[in-house]
């Protein structure tokens, strides 16, 4: 009876008048409460009955009050919805609609309806659907969540769903662009040379179709080699403003999905009338360029429009066994690909020589690749080595964009440019902590530069372990793409530019268009504007979300009896913080959560420190980054696509010692610490 009582309602409000307040965001976790965590590192604990009123990730302002001797967090002010649109299964609770949100923090079923259009008989028990959060407690007082169902996805039961609901979650197009009845070439003014005599070669997949790029080689008697890098150009059939140019720049990239692509450009573009296809007259942008034997590249760069006809369609792995076998028995060239094959290997060889002296290499990483039915189900993962040929592409693509970068910044000083500054300037202190204890041999003002990184980067891989590797890539700098031109620490390059997949990359587009106008001597019909770089990081970052959470939906439903068959992986820690470690499961790719609990169920004697990158057991360092180690999975969450993974090796009770043991118990700790 004091619900509605007008007095009892103004004291309360004088009441919370007086007490302090707090803006933060909300932390849900999976028993009901949560904690407002604000952004000075305070955190307030927030009761169940008050998370009824909020979401996970929602950003407000809580009275802080006393309840039961502890500090309690009571949100009053909505200062930023964590969600409006989100996806969700349908559940029905007494005939009525419902949508419990695909994410791991938010549990609790939404009050729904359909939205204008949409039958409301067509939505049953555990469909998808895309829906937008239209009421918030916080805002509607004493009301609960609503949301507005305006679009179903696919079937509760749908074995394609990881592909649609994943690409409707990150709001990404989930079919090729619509085809044209014709396309016709532009008339941009190029005179192509007619290289279709030459015998330029392919080297891609088996089930490659978008073929972009045909090699060309020439190994000179003096150890020199003169290479034409020939790349697709379907620039010639799009004009900047076309109706099919906007929808590439929106797109921005190819779509790489296990098992699918979604191509950015319509497939009668990307895998016919450009595809570099064996015997087939193309036209392409061609470089060509000298590089010594030393792997030097020299200043004779030339870019072209060609007319070429590739000779030779040849695959990775084919490549790779001749070479690397001898092995004839699947594929066995001709004289002339032979010749072009030998050549090719031999640039490289001189190219990755050069690279791995002067500039950055990276370590050799497998391909994982899952094998569907032709249901949509896991058969298998493949684990597709880094082989001869893959390295032989590589070399010729780099070799290409290092050749454009110098092309675009001495002529426009503008392009699509890939950049990278090195250490993360707020962290370089930090950094530089790690490597005067691992006594690098290195000073601050030398990471600075450009060469000085790269020779850090070279340096790090001569070690033992990749633990340093990994505790200072936390203090770089992110990969950026930038429409002037910068060096590359990363790569220990002084400029790169992308030129060599237009089919798949509309920057490249771009960088086709600039180096068209570089032929002609004429005005570029598009340069990079301001939005380029921002737009071509949120569309790289969307699709690199996308690829990540089909895997991981993928490697649920594969790995799905490895718990009670206890099936033991190898490991490589990857990620440490306060809760436990994060392992990518060597044999196919799976990453999987460590919690500590699950490495020692004794929160007195584990600590787990991010900062260190390094997990103690009484004061003993057992793990960090780098390390690998056998585990099994013990538990599997399908709801969440979560794999939770223990190690094999146990840690027992510490037992009584002499206090000479003591002594070098506390010895290991300072270690430790140091």
Same mark, same amino acid.
């Not at 009053?76 to 969700?88: D, K, P």
């Not at 050749?403 to 002529?411: I, M």
């Given at each position: 009876?004091?619900?509605?009582?007008?007095?009892?309602?103004?004291?309360?409000k004088?009441?919370?008048?007086?007490?302090?307040?707090?803006?933060?965001?909300?932390?849900?976790?999976?028993?009901?409460?949560?904690?407002?965590?604000?952004?000075?590192?305070?955190?307030?604990?927030?009761?169940?009955?008050?998370?009824? =009123?909020?979401?996970?990730?929602?950003?407000?302002?809580?009275?802080?009050?006393?309840?039961?001797?502890?500090?309690?967090?009571?949100p009053?002010?909505?200062?930023?919805?964590?969600?409006?649109?989100?996806?969700?299964r349908?559940?029905?609770?007494?005939?009525?609609l419902?949508?419990?949100?695909?994410?791991?923090?938010?549990?609790?079923?939404?009050?729904a309806?359909?939205?204008?259009?949409?039958?409301?008989?067509?939505?049953?028990?555990?469909d998808?659907?895309?829906?937008?959060?239209?009421?918030?407690?916080?805002?509607?007082?004493?009301?609960?969540?609503?949301?507005?169902?305006?679009?179903?996805?696919?079937?509760?039961?749908?074995?394609?769903?990881?592909?649609?609901?994943?690409?409707?979650?990150? =709001?990404?197009?989930?079919?090729?662009?619509?085809?044209?009845?014709?396309?016709?070439?532009?008339?941009?003014?190029?005179?192509?040379?007619?290289?279709?005599?030459l015998?330029?070669i392919?080297?891609?997949?088996?089930?490659?179709?978008?073929m972009?790029?045909?090699?060309y080689?020439?190994?000179?008697?003096?150890?020199?080699?003169?290479?034409?890098?020939?790349?697709?150009?379907?620039?010639?059939?799009?004009?900047?403003?076309?109706?099919?140019?906007?929808?590439?720049?929106?797109r921005?990239?190819?779509?790489?999905?296990?098992?699918?692509?979604?191509?950015?450009?319509?497939?009668?573009?990307?895998?016919?009338?450009?595809?570099?296809?064996?015997?087939?007259?193309?036209?392409?942008?061609?470089?060509?360029?000298?590089?010594?034997?030393?792997?030097?590249?020299?200043?004779?760069?030339?870019?072209?429009?060609?007319?070429?006809?590739?000779?030779g369609?040849?695959?990775?792995?084919?490549?790779?066994?001749?070479?690397?076998?001898?092995?004839?028995?699947?594929?066995?060239p001709?004289?002339?690909?032979?010749?072009?094959?030998?050549?090719?290997?031999?640039?490289?060889?001189?190219?990755?020589?050069?690279?791995?002296?002067?500039?950055?290499?990276?370590?050799?990483?497998?391909?994982?690749?899952?094998?569907?039915?032709?249901?949509?189900?896991?058969?298998?993962?493949?684990?597709?080595?880094r082989?001869?040929?893959?390295?032989?592409?590589?070399?010729?693509?780099?070799?290409?964009?290092?050749?454009?970068?110098?092309?675009?910044?001495?002529?426009?000083?503008?392009?699509?440019f =890939?950049?990278?500054?090195?250490?993360?300037?707020?962290?370089?202190?930090?950094?530089?902590?790690?490597?005067?204890?691992?006594?690098?041999?290195?000073?601050?003002?030398?990471?600075?530069?450009?060469?000085?990184?790269?020779?850090?980067?070279?340096?790090?891989?001569?070690?033992?372990?990749?633990?340093?590797?990994?505790?200072?890539?936390?203090?770089?700098?992110?990969?950026?793409?930038?429409?002037?031109?910068?060096?590359?620490?990363?790569?220990?390059?002084?400029?790169y530019?992308?030129?060599?997949?237009?089919?798949?990359?509309?920057?490249?587009?771009?960088?086709?268009?600039?180096?068209?106008?570089?032929?002609?001597?004429?005005?570029?019909?598009?340069?990079?504007?301001?939005?380029?770089?921002?737009?071509?990081?949120?569309?790289?970052?969307?699709?690199?979300?996308?690829?990540?959470?089909?895997?991981?939906?993928?490697?649920?439903?594969?790995?799905?009896?490895?718990?009670?068959?206890?099936?033991?992986?190898?490991?490589?820690?990857?990620?440490?913080?306060?809760?436990?470690?994060?392992?990518?499961?060597?044999?196919?790719?799976?990453?999987?959560?460590?919690?500590?609990?699950?490495?020692?169920?004794?929160?007195?004697?584990?600590?787990?420190?991010?900062?260190?990158?390094?997990?103690?057991?009484?004061?003993?360092?057992?793990?960090?980054?780098?390390?690998?180690?056998?585990?099994?999975?013990?538990?599997?969450?399908?709801?969440?696509?979560?794999?939770?993974?223990?190690?094999?090796?146990?840690?027992?009770?510490?037992?009584?010692?002499?206090?000479?043991?003591?002594?070098?118990?506390?010895?290991?700790?300072?270690?430790?610490?140091?």
């Open positions: 009876m004091f619900q509605d009582n007008p007095l009892l309602a103004q004291l309360k004088q009441i919370q008048e007086t007490l302090p307040k707090k803006e933060g965001n909300i932390k849900a976790t999976d028993r009901g409460f949560g904690f407002l965590e604000t952004d000075n590192k305070e955190s307030f604990f927030v009761p169940p009955a008050y998370m009824k =009123n909020v979401m996970h990730g929602d950003r407000v302002m809580a009275v802080i009050r006393t309840e039961k001797e502890r500090e309690v967090a009571e009053q002010e909505l200062v930023e919805q964590s969600i409006t649109r989100f996806i969700g349908v559940k029905l609770i007494r005939d009525r419902h949508v419990v949100p695909d994410h791991p923090q938010l549990k609790e079923a939404i009050k309806k359909a939205t204008k259009g949409l039958n409301p008989e067509s939505l049953k028990e555990g998808w659907v895309v829906a937008y959060l239209t009421r918030h407690p916080l805002v509607d007082n004493n009301k609960t969540f609503f949301c507005d169902i305006k679009e179903k996805i696919t079937d509760s039961n749908d074995k394609i769903a990881p592909w649609w609901v994943t690409l409707a979650h990150h =709001n990404l197009p989930n079919a090729e662009p619509a085809p044209q009845e014709s396309w016709n070439m532009l008339d941009e003014g190029l005179e192509r040379q007619d290289l279709t005599d015998p330029f392919t080297i891609d997949g088996e089930s490659t179709k978008d972009d790029d045909a090699i080689t020439v190994a000179n008697d003096d150890g020199s080699f003169d290479i034409t890098i020939a790349i697709a150009d379907p620039t010639s059939y799009i004009a900047v403003g076309d109706k099919m140019d906007d929808e590439a720049r929106e921005g990239f190819t779509i790489y999905l296990p098992g699918r692509n979604i191509p950015m450009l319509p497939r009668e573009l990307s895998d016919e009338l450009c595809s570099l296809i064996e015997n087939e007259k193309r036209p392409a942008i061609c470089c060509r360029v000298t590089v010594d034997k030393d792997g030097v590249i020299q200043d004779n760069i030339e870019f072209f429009a060609a007319w070429i006809k590739s000779q369609r040849l695959s990775y792995d084919n490549v790779s066994d001749f070479l690397e076998n001898s092995s004839t028995e699947n594929w066995a001709n004289d002339i690909i032979e010749a072009q094959v030998r050549a090719l290997h031999a640039f490289a060889d001189a190219r990755s020589k050069w690279r791995k002296e002067n500039a950055v290499v990276f370590p050799d990483r497998p391909d994982y690749r899952f094998e569907l039915s032709e249901d949509n189900d896991v058969i298998a993962i493949h684990t597709d080595a082989r001869t040929a893959n390295r032989m592409i590589e070399e010729a693509m780099i070799t290409a964009n290092i050749c454009a970068g110098r092309a675009l910044q001495e002529k426009f000083g503008t392009g699509v =890939n950049v990278h500054s090195g250490f993360n300037p707020e962290k370089l202190d930090t950094a530089m902590e790690f490597l005067t204890e691992a006594e690098a041999p290195f000073e601050k003002e030398q990471l600075l530069e450009l060469e000085g990184f790269s020779a850090l980067r070279r340096w790090l891989n001569t070690l033992e372990t990749t633990y340093l590797d990994n505790r200072l890539r936390k203090f770089q700098a992110y990969s950026e793409v930038a429409n002037t031109p910068a060096p590359h620490y990363a790569m220990g390059l002084d400029v530019a992308t030129w060599t997949s237009p089919i798949r990359k509309y920057g490249d587009m771009i960088n086709h268009r600039l180096l068209k106008a570089l032929i002609t001597g004429n005005e570029p019909s598009q340069k990079p504007d301001d939005n380029v770089g921002d737009e071509i990081a949120l569309h790289r970052r969307h699709h690199r979300m996308a690829e990540r959470d089909v895997s991981d939906w993928l490697y649920v439903r594969l790995l799905k009896d490895a718990v009670k068959n206890a099936t033991i992986f190898n490991a490589e820690v990857f990620d440490i913080n306060r809760a436990g470690m994060r392992v990518r499961l060597l044999e196919n790719g799976a990453s999987a959560f460590i919690p500590s609990p699950l490495i020692l169920d004794n929160k007195e004697r584990i600590s787990c420190s991010g900062e260190l990158g390094i997990i103690t057991i009484d004061g003993i360092k057992e793990y960090q980054l780098g390390d690998t180690f056998d585990v099994t999975l013990a538990e599997i969450r399908s709801t969440t696509r979560q794999l939770i993974a223990k190690p094999v090796k146990q840690f027992p009770a510490p037992e009584a010692t002499e206090n000479t043991d003591a002594s070098a118990t506390e010895e290991n700790k300072e270690e430790v610490k140091a």
